[in-house]
């Protein structure tokens, strides 16, 4: 237990370290694309308007990116 990263498995040793690890080598990969009306996250920003299209047809939403 600790503080692994997630995406490539290297162990940090706090919380906060994990935290920086994140944002520096793995900022992209951690970009979420999510729909403002059902809350689903996407990791690519087609797959999120794909989304919009298929599951809230006629619905206006705006895309948002949380870092
Ligand atoms: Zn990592
Ligand atoms: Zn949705």
Do not use: N, P, Q, Y
């Given at each position: 237990m600790g503080n692994k990263?997630?995406?490539c498995n290297t162990a940090l040793g706090s919380k906060e370290e994990?935290?920086?690890?994140?944002e520096k080598y793995h900022r992209r990969e951690t970009s979420v694309f999510t729909?403002?009306?059902c809350g689903a996250t996407f990791r690519l920003e087609a797959e999120l308007m794909?989304?919009?299209?298929t599951s809230h047809p006629g619905r206006?939403?705006?895309?948002?990116?949380?870092?």
């Open positions: 990263c997630e995406l994990l935290l920086a690890h994140v729909c403002d009306t794909d989304h919009l299209k206006v939403s705006r895309a948002t990116v949380s870092l």
